[in-house]
């Protein structure tokens, strides 16, 4: 090979990796596949793109950059010598499978996370318009419902006020200790419930809102809540949803009282309802539906504990869901613990 030839492969790099795509694929059960990305730094031709099951070994990685260095585009001068990944491990591999025929580095890989955030924003990756699924039975799905239709006759949003009181919730069954509810309807636009997985995902969510203000986000710039519940007209959900509520006279509040769960994951994709998720949707229901009740009654809550804590003998395994009180109010300055300041 001449030295201009060796000098023109050398500008050559690639950069690769694996990444979790923003869509489930059902099969029957919902799965998050991973991707496979291949591409020049240079022209940013995307030589391989594939979607992988999330439990293939890393090995995978090496197999389809084989296969990427036959694409017809890749003659003399589109040949890598720089490959670059993200990940330390990545690198080991590729080293142990390439020798040293090419230089491998480990570095950030920003162009590829364009690439899936395209992908994200191009694409519009759904959930199957259905309350029910090869995982879930209408049993769950109708112990959800009449969970939602008490909280729904309790109005929380009239007792608690605005979003930014948020209550303290515990559901060590969950995996949650120290999560948080925030109630929506203050305001008389969209009632329901929204559940965090801590106050600061909550904090991080606020902020966010004050960040995007000026400038709407791209979908795959937000994030959003781990469970939202909210309550609808029948109008504003799928058609095959609502002829499910018919078809098995799941219990209603109201006419404008549809209820609806969703699931994100972390990075706002939202994944299809698991039989936890009902689980989880109906313990909070039960939970904050009963202690809003003695708040309307002016019950006197235990300050000692501080909590309202109720066991949902309704639910497999009698899980326990705390709410905290007092209500911490975000709107305000926090105390050293948490608590809201006094005026």
Sequence with gaps: MSKHRTRQAARHEWAGGRFRLPVYIQKPDAVRPDAIVWM??????????????????????LDRF??????????????PARL???????????????????????????????????????IKPGVAPSYLS????????ARFFRAAADLYRTSPW????????????????????????????ALGEHHGILIYESLASH????????QFDRTPPRRSELRTPALSMTFNRPADLPPEMVREIGEYRWELAGPNAFPLAMAFDPDNVRRPLSERDYELATACCLALGRLVSRMATGSQLDPASARETVVVETLPGHPS???????????RP??????????
């Design 40 to 61: 020049d730094q240079d022209s940013r031709f995307i030589f391989t793109f594939e979607a992988i099951d999330p439990n293939a070994p890393d090995t995978v990685l």
């Design 66 to 79: 084989h296969k990427a260095l036959k694409h017809p585009r890749v003659g003399a001068a589109h040949r």
């Design 84 to 122: 670059r990944v993200a990940e330390a491990r990545w690198a080991e591999l590729l080293r142990a499978g390439l020798g040293d025929e090419f230089e491998i580095c480990v570095g950030a890989t920003p162009e590829i996370l364009e690439v899936i955030r395209r992908f994200a924003d191009d």
């Design 134 to 141: 090869p995982r879930l039975s209408p049993v769950t799905v």
């Design 158 to 185: 009239k007792i608690i006020g605005d979003e930014d009181r948020l209550l303290v919730l515990d559901a060590p069954r969950f995996g949650l200790i120290g999560a948080s509810i925030s109630i929506i309807g």
């Design 203 to 210: 904090d991080a969510m606020a902020r966010q809102a004050e």
């Design 321 to 331: 869901v705390s709410v905290a009180l007092p209500l911490l109010d975000l709107s």
């Design 334 to 343: 926090q105390g050293p613990h948490g608590s809201s300041s006094p005026s």
